[in-house]
């Protein structure tokens, strides 16, 4: 998402820092902006409020918007050691502000998650439901952060900007369903293992739209704006995303499901999730969650087997 959105900011004119630990990004994806005049990468930890602001002191004051993406994507693993997601996706929030308000920054984009909503099981998912009950560390520390992001526009934030999003697909992509059934795949070309029983079923969102969506909201007035980002369908089942791989990378292969309907601890089986909020400004993403499984499978199918030789 990071190297998508870059790519377009530096279309429209825009000159960016960037900063990550690279914890769960390559450096060579940023490679494409190495000469860029208007592109500087700096590889520090984002949970460091003393190591951001070292990075920006010559700069900040020319800063007016910071994107907020970094955050530990790999529920599992944040599952297994909590800090992760403390450190990685809520401590990181919280350098953010510390650095925004020593230099009075103002604007926050901010990539949440529908995690932050739990197992709602077949209710319609809107901004305003609540409570609000994540049953995953991430889910959790997204929550936090939302809820720090508000507590800093009440006190000294002139504005921000929150993206809820459910699964974002895409290329470069360095996990995920897809990327995990095609690397399985390349491994053993003649069995898909899948966790669960395929009836998992979600929304998917492909990153063009993404990128597109979080900035059309940002140029909407308001001080503090709350969006689901997401198509208007009912999502794709777990069992014709591994179909759809399968056909794609070892038409043979031999599918086997596992038992229940969570493929982990934490994940939520199955949501309905409303952006009526989003297409009432005018906006509406150009592919429907198999249209954007179907053109990631693709893509990342496409990197993940250059250099591959099937058995």
């Not at 960037?18 to 450096?27: E, I, Q, T, V």
């Not at 990685?88 to 990539?111: D, G, N, S, W």
């Not at 969650?289 to 993940?304: L, P």
Request: charged share 25%; proline share 5%; aromatic share 8%.
């Amino acid at each position: 998402m990071a190297v998508n959105l870059a790519r377009q900011l530096l279309n429209e004119g825009h000159a960016i820092l960037a900063l990550d630990d690279l914890s769960r990004g390559k450096r060579e994806l940023l490679a494409e902006f190495d000469k860029h005049p208007r592109f500087t990468f700096q590889h520090i930890d984002c949970a460091d409020s003393d190591a951001m602001a070292s990075a920006v002191d010559d700069v900040g004051a020319q800063i007016d918007h910071v994107w907020h993406l970094a955050a530990n994507s790999d529920i599992p693993a944040g599952l297994a050691d909590p800090r992760i997601d403390r450190d990685r996706t809520f401590q990181t929030t919280f350098a953010v502000l510390e650095v925004m308000r020593r230099y009075a920054i103002p604007e926050l984009h901010f990539a949440s998650s529908s995690a932050i909503y739990g197992d709602l099981g077949d209710r319609e998912i809107h901004e305003d439901i609540g409570p609000l009950l994540p049953i995953s560390n991430y889910g959790a520390m997204k929550l936090a952060s939302e809820a720090q992001i508000r507590a800093a526009v009440e006190a000294f934030l002139p504005r921000a900007d929150i993206f809820r999003f459910p699964n974002v697909i895409g290329v470069p992509a360095t996990h995920g369903v897809i990327v995990d059934f095609v690397r399985k795949l390349k491994a053993t070309p003649d069995r898909l293992e899948v966790l669960g029983d395929g009836t998992q079923q979600k929304a998917y969102l492909h990153v063009d739209d993404l990128v597109n969506a979080m900035l059309h909201v940002s140029r909407l007035p308001g001080r503090h704006k709350v969006f689901n980002i997401g198509p208007k369908d009912v999502g794709v089942s777990v069992r014709k995303i591994a179909e759809l791989v399968r056909d794609r990378v070892s038409p043979n292969a031999n599918i086997v499901f596992g038992e229940g309907n969570r493929g982990w601890i934490g994940d939520v089986p199955r949501f309905r999730y409303s952006t009526q909020r989003l297409t009432d400004t005018g906006w509406a993403p150009k592919l429907s969650s198999i249209e954007a499984v179907s053109r990631a499978i693709d893509q990342i199918a496409s990197e993940e087997l250059r250099n591959w030789s099937r058995p």
